[in-house]
Structure formats: structure tokens, C-alpha cells
């Protein structure tokens, strides 16, 4: 058994026992082992070292690792919680264990609002939430006229932020998103109760609904 685990640890940076995370995370160790396989296969893709760099997430995401996204790019940045520019299986099972369905909906609000907060600053800014609606309207191949998309920012923040400072902290997103829960639907993958070697692309591609839009939009 010894042995068995040296050769795993070898092969898996960052790894940590399915116990360990299964007990950390929504998943059981039955998942967490699951996960290891897809971990292995999405590490190795491109560079066969056992960790998953940008290029290789990119790859798992579009079919091309040479196709940047800034949606896709700021998720990596999170699943990177080490900060060292690649994601380790421990970085890796966590940081995919806030899309379960059994996970806090406290972790999924802080998430989304910690991809919306581009330069860090504990805010949301109107140029980091123009940047991020830009960037999935492309994702979704969807085309909004300039006033359009500025007519979106603006109502978000009309509504946002209720301090009118600005800038949207962490109390107003939860606010914000307890009056529109769709903003954080694509933070819930029903099928990691049912774990496939199948890389979950929709993780980061969410979808982007003409009904979202009008809500953003009208408020209505």
C-alpha cells in the first residue's frame, strides 16, 4: 500500500488523500477518486507533468490552447489557489467542489463575485463588469450593440449598488443576487453527483438567456 500511494503521489502534484478532500469537500471519496482520473487526463493533455497549466485548461475548454478567454482565464486564476500558475489535484477537487450541488450557496455567491472582482480589490467596478459581460457574450457568440451593453452596466449598478459609491462590495452582490438567483445558476453542476471522466465544460461557459438579458436590462 505503501508503495502504491509514493507511486500516486509521484504521478498527482498537490495531491492529497480522497479522504482528506472528501471530508473538505461535497464529494465522496468515490467522486474525489473520479476526479482523480479526470485530473489525470486533463494534466497530462499537453504537458506531461502532472499538473494542469492554463494551456491545457484552454484546450479541455475550446478544443484550442491557443484560444484566450478572459472568463475562462479568471476561473483558472481561481482554481489556482496557490497562485503558481497551474492547478494542483487538491487545488483542482476544492476549488470544483463550490459547482456541487450539495455545496453552501454562500461558497457559490463568493465565487462568482471573486470572478467578476478582476483586479482584486474586494470590488466589483463598472470597467471589471463591462470587461466580464463582454467576455461571455462572445463565449455565447451573442452580439449586443455598444448602447446595449452600457444600458446593462448601468442598470446593474443602478440596482447593485445600494450605496452609490461606485462599486458593488460583497454584502450588495449577495443582495443583488438573492433578487436575481440566475446570475449564480451555472455555479451548480447537477452531474458531480454522477461523476464522468468527461471534462465539464459548461463549468465556465455559462449560458446567457435573452431573459437574463431583459432582466438586466428592464429590471423586470
Known amino acids: 500500500m505503501g508503495c502504491a500511494s509514493s507511486k500516486r503521489s509521484k504521478q498527482l ?32 493533455s499537453i504537458i506531461a507533468d502532472g499538473l494542469i497549466h492554463k494551456e491545457e485548461f484552454h484546450l479541455a475548454l475550446f478544443k484550442n490552447r491557443n484560444q484566450r478567454n478572459l472568463f475562462a482565464d479568471r476561473v483558472f486564476d481561481l ?20 459547482f ?13 463575485f471573486k470572478l467578476y472582482d478582476l483586479r482584486q480589490t ?5 470597467e471589471e463588469l463591462k470587461e466580464m459581460v463582454l467576455a461571455l457574450l462572445h463565449e455565447s457568440d451573442l452580439v449586443l450593440s455598444e448602447d ?10 443602478c440596482e447593485a449598488d445600494t450605496k452609490g459609491d461606485g462599486k458593488i462590495d460583497l454584502e450588495e452582490w449577495k443582495a443583488f443576487v438573492s433578487k436575481y ?10 452531474y458531480l453527483k454522477d461523476i464522468s ?3 465539464p465544460s459548461f463549468v465556465v461557459l455559462p449560458e446567457i438567456e435573452d431573459s437574463d438579458v431583459s432582466i438586466s436590462v428592464n429590471g423586470d
Open 122 to 126: 474586494g470590488f466589483i467596478e463598472r
Open 181 to 190: 438567483p440566475s446570475l449564480i445558476k451555472n455555479m451548480t453542476l447537477p
Open 79 to 98: 482554481f489556482d489557489l496557490k497562485r503558481n500558475g497551474v492547478i494542483e489535484f487538491g487545488e483542482f477537487v476544492r476549488s470544483l467542489g463550490i
Open 100 to 112: 456541487h450541488p450539495n455545496a453552501p450557496v454562500a461558497d457559490k455567491i463568493a465565487f462568482a
Open 197 to 199: 471522466i468527461a471534462f
Open 148 to 157: 446595449i451593453v452600457e444600458m446593462i452596466v448601468a442598470k446593474t449598478f
Open 13 to 44: 502534484h498537490g495531491y492529497e488523500d480522497p479522504s482528506v478532500l472528501a471530508a473538505e469537500t461535497p464529494f465522496t471519496v468515490n467522486e474525489v477518486e473520479s476526479l482523480e482520473e479526470l485530473y489525470k487526463k486533463l494534466s497530462n
